[in-house]
């Protein structure tokens, strides 16, 4: 059984203003920086084997407190990376908003792409192929992958077997923590957004010995404990 601790970085001056993207040089704010001490706290007492991050500084930030509390190095992985917005990159919602390309996202997430950027689904494809990946580099452990909230919620909606285009149904915020278990019956979602800080839905031990689950499972649950 393999269990892994997703995180959204924390709150940055872009969060719900404008569409951060991959721009470089954006950083936690004071509160964000609160939130990454908080998830600290929260995930120090587990039994954690590795940490990967999105290579964007917001999420490696949030990464920090917990590695070195951990004394563990933050690996970065592309595939967690936040989506590529194209030319929507740094754009205010309020001007979004206005356009048609936007509607779509909003109505039609499988069928919409980012001009200049990804599509949802190549989003969706690379962020749960991340998670299988790391799950099969360490099987029967804990890790903690830091990334971003657009990437989790396409990935969740998968472990869950959710259309792609209910994935703005989940709620995923900054400094939040979801949990995915892997295991011989499945793969299910333990936890879904828990705050920065907040309680867990299982006790700080390592998973039990056994099969850890290699593949997509077409039974699923959804438990949030």
């Known amino acids: 059984m393999t269990i892994l601790f997703l995180v959204r970085h924390g709150e940055t001056e872009f969060v719900g203003r404008r569409l951060s993207g991959w721009t470089p040089g954006i950083h936690l704010n004071p509160k964000g920086r609160e939130q990454a001490q908080a998830v600290c706290e929260s995930l120090a007492q587990y039994?954690?084997?590795?940490?990967?991050?999105?290579p964007l500084e917001r999420a490696?930030?949030?990464?920090?407190?917990?590695?070195?509390?951990?004394?563990?190095?933050?690996?970065r992985r592309r595939g967690l990376g936040e989506v590529d917005y194209g030319s929507f990159t740094g754009?205010?919602?309020?001007?979004?908003?206005r356009l048609k390309t936007w509607q779509r996202v909003r109505s039609q997430p499988s069928?919409?792409?980012?001009?200049?950027?990804?599509s949802l689904l190549e989003v969706q494809f690379r962020?749960?192929?991340e998670l299988w990946t790391v799950e099969k580099e360490h099987p029967r452990a804990l890790v903690t992958l830091f990334s971003h909230?657009?990437?989790?919620?396409?990935?969740?909606?998968?472990?869950?077997?959710?259309?792609?285009?209910?994935?703005?149904?989940?709620?995923?915020?900054?400094?939040?923590?979801?949990?995915v278990r892997f295991s011989s019956q499945g793969t299910e979602v333990l936890a879904l957004n828990v705050p920065a800080g907040g309680s867990l839905p299982f006790p700080p031990r390592a998973p039990q010995a056994g099969g850890g689950?290699?593949?997509?499972?077409?039974?699923?649950?959804h438990r949030t404990g």
């Open 213 to 221: 689950d290699r593949r997509p499972q077409a039974s699923r649950s």
């Open 47 to 54: 039994p954690i084997r590795a940490i990967y991050s999105s």
């Open 60 to 75: 490696v930030e949030t990464a920090a407190p917990l590695a070195k509390a951990l004394q563990l190095p933050v690996h």
């Open 149 to 179: 909230g657009d990437a989790i919620r396409l990935a969740l909606v998968y472990v869950l077997g959710l259309p792609l285009d209910l994935y703005q149904r989940l709620m995923i915020s900054p400094g939040s923590i979801s949990v």
């Open 127 to 129: 962020a749960t192929r």
């Open 111 to 118: 069928r919409a792409s980012f001009p200049g950027g990804e």
């Open 91 to 97: 754009r205010s919602f309020r001007e979004l908003r």
